[in-house]
Structure formats: C-alpha cells, structure tokens
C-alpha cells in the first residue's frame, strides 16, 4: 500500500443537475460536472459564468456612504483640497492605491498617496502619518484596502479637521470607525448584492461612481489586485479578474509591460497563474523588505525607461525576499521539531528576534503545508517589547473569529478567516498561544489534521483527451471560490516510471488502462518512486493541462498525490550490500525478518539490531504479535510454511524480498531417482566404497559434484541402505522397499531447491504471484 498525502473528497456534482446542464448548454460532461460542483444550477446562472453578462457589474451607488464619499471627493477637486490616499503595502493595497490615485489624477485632483512602512509603521492607519497628513495641509483622506479597524485613528482625523473616507474589505469589528463615509460590502445593514470584493474591487467601485461610468481602462489593475488577494473568483471578482485578464494581455502601461519582462512572462500568455505566481509576489516583495512606493510609482508610470528600471529593482528585491523565506522556514519547521511538538500543539504560535515581520506571512503559510496546522508567525522586538506576525489557518478554525475572542491581548490585528495580522506584547506570546490551543482543542478533531483535497471528478483514462481539457477553460480564470479543477483517476497501471529532475526529486509516471495512455508529471514527488511496485495499480488526483513540445500537443497530468490500495512486493534480491536500499524501507511500522542466526552475523545489520526478528521454527512465526506495514525478509527459510505464517500473522502492507543465502541448491546437481538408481546399483556391485578417497573420482566419471555423492550416500543412510563408518559405504539387505521422499535429508534437499526455484530464482511477476496464492494476499491487478 501507498497511502495519499490527504483525504480525498470528490464532491458530489448532483447528478440530474449536471446532466441537465450539459444537455441544455451542450456542453462536455465533466464542465456540467464542475458547474453542479460550483454551485451553478441553473441555467441562465451557468450561461453568466460561462459566458459572461451582458452588465455584470452592480450599481456602485448599492453600496452604502457611496453618494457621501462621491460628493465629498467632487468638492475636494472643485475647490482644489488636498487629498492623501492612504493604502496598504500588500498587491491588493498597490492596486487598490493605483486605482484610486489613476481615477484622481485623471478627475483633475490634487491627489497623492501614502504607504505606511511594514517596519516602522506596520499595518493600516497610524496617528503620526495622519498628524503629518493635516500638517502638510490635506483636508481628506481615502483609505484603500485598510482602515476598518482604525478606530483611534478615525477619532484622530476628526480631531485635526480632516475628513476620512474608508474604502475596505475585510472583516468588520463589533465597532466602526467614526468617519465621513465608509465603503465596505460587508458593513452590517448592506444592501450591496456582492459581499466579497477584495480591497481593490471596493476602490474599482468608488472608481466607477466617481467617473460617472464604467472605468474600463482600470481592469488591468483591479485583476491583479483580486486574483492576489484570493478573494472568491465568483460574482463581480470573477467578471473583474476575467474582463481584466483580457485587457492585461494587450496591455499598453509601461509598469506592467515591464514587469511580465522581469518576470519572464510572455504578455499574450497571462492568466491567473502569471498573476499569482509573478505578477503578485514581486509586487508584494518590495513591501515586505521596505517602502512600497516604488510598486504604486510602477503602476502609474507613463514612462518606460522608468518602468524597466523600476521592475528590475522590483525582481531583484523578490529575490532577495525568496532567500529570507527559504532560511526562515528552515529555522521555523526546526524550532516546531524541537520546541513546539505537534502532539502538544494544535495551533502552531512561533517567533524569533530578528526574523523579518515582511515575510512571516509565507512562512506561516509554508509551515501550515508541512505541518497541517493553523499557524502564527511572529517577529520579536525585545527593545520595544513587541511581536508582531501573519497567521494561516486550516478548514474548521477561523482565525478572525478565535482571534477576536483575544482581543484583549491584540492590541491590533485583522484579517479574514484563514490569514490575519496582528500586534500584540512579547509577554503575551504564550497566553496567545495557551488560549488559542485550548480554543482548538474544542473545535477540531483529529481528522481535521490530515490535510482534505477536494476533487471535482471522478474521470477514466479513456476521458482524458485535448478536447477535455480545452473545455475545462471554459470554467478560467481559476481562483478560490472556483479552483483548477482537481480530478481524481483510479486503478491504473504504470508503464513507464522515473525520477526526473537536477536533483531527481520529480516524478515523471505513464499511466496506462488497457490501450489508453497518460503521461503524468509530480513536482517535489521524486521520493514517490522509491514507494510503488513495478505492478501496483495507482490512484492519482492531479490537475489537467496541454503539454506542447516541438509542435505536437499531448495531454498532460500535473500530480498532486497519489495512493495505492494494495499490498506491494518490492524486488530487493541481488541488491548488495543492504545499505544501498535499506533507506528506502519505511521506518515506521517495520519489522525486518531472519530466518538463519549466519545471516545475521554476516550482514551488516548493527543500526537496526532493534528491528530484528529471528525466526527458527514455525511456532515462533506465530509467535508475532502484531500486524506490521513494512516486513522485509532477508534470507529464505528452510520451510515455505514459516514464510506463509509470517505473513499471515503480520499482514504486511508492503513486503521486501532480498533473500540473501550463502548455499545455492537451485545450481547445484539435483540427482533425479535415475541417479539414485545408478548410484545404487553401482554400490551393490562393490559391496563396499571408500567415499573419501574414491568419492571424487566417481563423481568426476559421472559428471556430478562430490556433494552430489555425498547427499546420495547420506539419503540411502538415512533410509537404512548403507552404513557408513569411517568414510567407508557397505550395503546392508533391503528388508522393506522404502521411498526416498522417508529420507529427511531429501526432503529438506527438495524444499529448498523447490524455494530457491520459486522465491530466488523467479521473475517478479512469478514471485508476487507466490506470495498472492500461498497467502491469500489479494492484489487486484
């Protein structure tokens, strides 16, 4: 057996649901599939998503203060205030910034913006910026993607006579701040048909009142800022990172134009992931390590000499983010191990001095893949007294919510369910920590910590061809709310496995099922390898794609796991010496089987002498006590019977074979009964034979071994045909007829040579058939 990484859940499309879908649309089964899967029912919704409406944005005066913000922004231009805008260092704050500060300028504004520094200011507003704003002599402030929490702040600006407008998306505390106006879909009491806007898609809104029409020009932006903030790509988010994708492919802005260059993207070939895994993270870095002005600058750059240089101070910088994230999340998962072991830590809460607060948010997330746990990271400041750090969490534990219930010891933090921010005391830490795992302790359960992979579908191989995959785009851009499709494929054989890659750690499989094909390719899965059997039937979950190479097109399966369902043999005879295959049995579980005391002795066995069992009679094989994932046997027994009770008292999920042995009864001359006859009569004519001076001589005449005539001479003793005394045979009178199979000496001759035959000498096809028909061990294939 190989058990899957996760628990696989392939949800439940609704069958008459898809069915009607893909009849009425005319669509592919497994796109009717996914809409059931996607929540999408009926048939005008399913024509939307796929297709796109006709106005598929809201009337952004739905949203409640719109007309307020509006009016106040329109006398600030017609009387030439100064107006600050105030957003975030994240992209989604970048983009939110640039939108606003775009829509400005092109209003006629005298319009500038502000980004607090991560470092020396942290997250969202702050007194001493808004004291600076009133003194350089602006009467009104935009927040961007922040503000909902800044009670203390908003009071402030009221203080200093500057009106402030919020515009924000995430989640709202039990009080708002006291401000001009607030922008938020969320905001207890709205009406606004679309909750789930990011930062930038409430600044696209406040974009579009403000122009008095649909701001199309400002798509490209609002799709970066989306799709990087992983809000739900459904409703408006979907229409905006769709219409704006579109726009960012033919792209005329400097800023962008430069950085798909640094990033190495081709223009006509973004999509969702170009923005997630390019586009974002470069944005994102230069906030993480300093000041983000330099992002915002990009973005409105007419210039494209200015742009490039921009970017390539942007990509360098991303570099260097990539390299602190590496180092610290190897000093993290080694302070877990060490420090905070899983069995006493439901929540992961984790901090250094010196650890840089920019990036703790990737490390948390890198920590939840490895450990499956909700995770904080925090940087600690011992001259100021503070931590402050990013949380990620998993499916059942909300961290907004669970966060909220220690407000107390927060003196600032916000976010969603599954990431948040915060600032708290370094004194605090452990009663964080302490309250945190006491709050998860009641809400999870040991499941809830083995990682769940929704599937959208079950498919065959037989499925799988271009036109499949091509239809699944008909469901992009892809996003939470409505990921890639992952698909599920079971019970296929493998024709072709390797390890591919500089440090062999991929994972290139064929699967095959009758005369359909696949190539498959699993990235960081190299280790896999180690783990199947050349017969094993797998099931994969993975993601489809186009793989083109020298013109031609084939399907392709990007693997995200796989498992298989059955006992596996795994060919371990001739390998020598032991060491170089040992590693790759598991350890956990693992009970590693002698049957002779010499083998022991010979093998270099001392780092796993814990592990071993000796087997010397059939009575100690039913002597194991319990069931073992991993046996290995390292020689043959002298009874077949020994190995069948092992492996029915230890029903092993994976089975070594290596076999070692020093006497090879499989080669040596087998004398057959005419020998036996031969050598008998041959006896009878001597009456008496000195085998140790004439032994070898005869066997030499005869073409045998002189072991040959020593294991004769020793079964006709046994059976009381000769004496032997002193190396000298003499007949003695045949009073009864007797069968060689009476001599123990033939029967234990016969065994092994019979053992050698079918466990040394088989193929494996031939020995896993063995081990299928004398344990009862069911493969399936």
């Given amino acids: 057996m190989l058990k899957s990484k996760s628990r696989w859940l392939v949800k439940d499309h609704g069958e008459m649901n898809s069915t009607r879908l893909q009849e009425e649309l005319k669509l592919p089964p497994i796109v009717g599939k996914l809409l059931a899967n996607r929540g999408i029912h009926d048939i005008e919704q399913a024509k939307a998503f796929l297709?796109?409406?006709?106005?598929?944005?809201?009337?952004?005066?739905?949203?409640?203060?719109?007309d307020k913000a509006v009016q106040r922004v329109k006398k600030a231009i017609e009387y030439g205030e100064a107006i600050l805008i105030f957003g975030d260092y994240d992209a989604d704050g970048v983009s939110s910034t640039?939108?606003?500060?775009?829509?400005?300028?092109?209003?006629?504004?005298?319009?500038?913006?502000?980004?607090?520094?991560?470092?020396?200011?942290?997250?969202?507003?702050?007194?001493?910026?808004?004291?600076?704003?009133?003194?350089?002599?602006?009467?009104?402030?935009?927040?961007?993607?922040?503000?909902?929490?800044?009670?203390?702040?908003?009071?402030?600006?009221?203080?200093?006579?500057?009106?402030?407008?919020?515009?924000?998306?995430?989640?709202?505390?039990p009080e708002l701040p006291e401000a001009l106006a607030i922008l938020h879909p969320k905001r207890e009491g709205s009406t606004y048909p679309f909750p789930d806007l990011a930062g930038v898609g409430v600044a696209f809104k406040f974009a579009h009142a403000l122009y008095g029409s649909f701001p199309e020009h400002l798509l490209e932006l609002a799709a970066i800022?989306?799709?990087?903030?992983?809000?739900?790509?459904?409703?408006?988010?979907?229409?905006?990172?769709?219409?704006?994708?579109?726009?960012?492919?033919?792209?005329?802005?400097?800023?962008?134009?430069?950085?798909?260059?640094?990033?190495?993207?081709?223009?006509?070939?973004?999509?969702?992931?170009?923005?997630?895994?390019?586009?974002?993270?470069?944005?994102?870095a230069i906030g993480r390590l300093g000041d983000a002005d330099p992002a915002v600058d990009l973005m409105l750059s007419s210039d494209m000499e200015e742009s490039m240089a921009i970017a390539q101070e942007i990509d360098g910088i991303n570099k260097e983010r990539q390299a602190i994230v590496n180092q610290m999340t190897l000093e993290a998962i080694e302070m877990v191990n060490n420090e905070f072991p899983l069995s006493n830590n439901s929540v992961l809460v984790i901090g250094k001095e010196g650890w840089n607060s920019g990036v703790v948010g990737i490390?948390?997330?890198?920590?939840?893949?490895?450990?499956?746990?909700?995770?904080?990271?925090?940087?600690?400041?011992?001259?100021?007294?503070?931590?402050?750090?990013?949380?990620?969490?998993?499916?059942?534990?909300?961290?907004?919510?669970?966060?909220?219930?220690?407000?107390?010891?927060?003196?600032?933090?916000?976010?969603?369910?599954?990431?948040?921010?915060?600032?708290?005391?370094?004194?605090?830490?452990?009663?964080?920590?302490?309250?945190?795992?006491?709050?998860?302790?009641?809400?999870?359960?040991?499941?809830?910590?083995?990682?769940?992979?929704?599937?959208?579908?079950?498919?065959?191989?037989?499925?799988?061809?271009?036109?499949?995959?091509e239809s699944l785009q008909m469901l992009a851009p892809f996003g939470m709310g409505n990921p890639k499709p992952k698909l599920l494929i079971e019970g296929v054989s493998i024709s072709g496995m390797r390890k591919i890659g500089g440090n062999q750690d991929h994972l290139k499989l064929s699967l095959q099922k009758d005369v359909y094909t696949l190539d498959s390719v699993g990235f960081g899965m190299g280790d896999f390898a180690d783990h199947i059997s050349p017969l094993a039937e797998v099931s994969v979950i993975g993601e489809l794609s186009v793989n083109e190479w020298n013109n031609i097109r084939k399907p392709q399966l990007f693997l995200k796991d796989l498992a298989v369902d059955h006992w596996q043999l795994f060919d371990m005879r001739g390998i020598k010496p032991v060491n170089r295959w040992f590693d790759k049995v598991p350890s956990q579980n693992r009970t590693i089987?002698?049957?002779?005391?010499?083998?022991?002795?010979?093998?270099?066995?001392?780092?796993?002498?814990?592990?071993?069992?000796?087997?010397?009679?059939?009575?100690?094989?039913?002597?194991?006590l319990e069931p073992a994932a991993n046996i290995v046997f390292l020689d043959l027994p002298p009874h077949e019977e020994w190995l069948e009770t092992v492996v029915k008292i230890t029903e092993p999920e994976r089975i070594y074979a290596h076999?070692?042995?020093?006497?090879?009864?499989?080669?040596?001359?087998?004398?057959?009964?005419?020998?036996?006859?031969?050598?008998?009569?041959?006896?009878?004519?001597?009456?008496?034979?000195?085998?140790?001076?004439?032994?070898?001589?005869?066997?030499?005449?005869?073409?045998?071994?002189?072991?040959?005539?020593?294991?004769?001479?020793?079964?006709?003793?046994?059976?009381?045909?000769?004496?032997?005394?002193?190396?000298?045979?003499?007949?003695?009178?045949?009073?009864?007829?007797?069968?060689?199979?009476?001599?123990?000496?033939?029967?234990?001759?016969?065994?092994?040579y019979n053992l050698e035959n079918e466990l040394l000498y088989s193929s494996y096809q031939e020995l896993k058939k063995w081990f299928d028909k004398k344990t009862g061990m069911v493969c399936n294939i």
């Fill in 593 to 624: 089987i002698a049957f002779n005391q010499s083998t022991i002795d010979r093998l270099p066995l001392d780092a796993y002498h814990n592990e071993l069992v000796l087997i010397s009679s059939n009575e100690e094989a039913s002597g194991l």
């Fill in 51 to 66: 297709y796109g409406e006709e106005h598929p944005f809201h009337d952004p005066y739905l949203m409640m203060d719109m």
């Fill in 363 to 469: 490390v948390a997330s890198r920590l939840v893949e490895k450990f499956y746990r909700p995770v904080i990271v925090l940087s600690f400041d011992s001259e100021k007294g503070t931590a402050k750090g990013s949380a990620r969490s998993i499916a059942g534990f909300d961290l907004f919510k669970n966060l909220s219930q220690c407000r107390e010891l927060l003196p600032h933090f916000g976010g969603h369910p599954m990431a948040a921010g915060m600032t708290l005391e370094l004194e605090n830490v452990s009663e964080l920590r302490n309250r945190l795992n006491a709050l998860a302790e009641e809400q999870l359960t040991e499941e809830d910590f083995i990682p769940l992979t929704e599937l959208d579908a079950a498919i065959n191989l037989e499925e799988v061809d271009l036109d499949t995959i």
């Fill in 659 to 752: 076999f070692d042995h020093e006497e090879d009864h499989f080669f040596s001359t087998v004398p057959n009964r005419d020998h036996f006859k031969w050598y008998y009569a041959f006896l009878l004519k001597r009456d008496t034979f000195d085998l140790r001076k004439h032994g070898g001589q005869l066997a030499q005449h005869k073409g045998w071994s002189k072991e040959t005539i020593e294991f004769m001479s020793k079964v006709f003793f046994e059976l009381d045909f000769v004496t032997i005394k002193n190396g000298l045979i003499s007949v003695n009178p045949v009073k009864v007829k007797r069968d060689l199979e009476e001599s123990i000496t033939y029967r234990q001759k016969q065994e092994q």
């Fill in 98 to 173: 640039s939108v606003m500060m775009q829509t400005l300028l092109d209003l006629g504004a005298e319009a500038h913006f502000y980004i607090p520094n991560r470092f020396t200011e942290g997250y969202g507003p702050n007194e001493n910026a808004f004291r600076w704003a009133a003194e350089e002599g602006f009467s009104l402030i935009i927040t961007v993607d922040t503000g909902i929490a800044a009670l203390k702040e908003a009071q402030l600006a009221k203080e200093l006579g500057v009106d402030l407008i919020i515009t924000d998306h995430h989640e709202p505390g």
């Fill in 225 to 284: 800022g989306t799709i990087a903030d992983l809000v739900p790509l459904k409703g408006e988010n979907r229409a905006i990172a769709k219409k704006g994708l579109a726009k960012l492919r033919t792209s005329k802005r400097p800023g962008i134009i430069a950085l798909c260059k640094a990033a190495n993207a081709q223009m006509n070939e973004i999509n969702e992931e170009t923005v997630g895994f390019a586009i974002a993270p470069r944005i994102n």
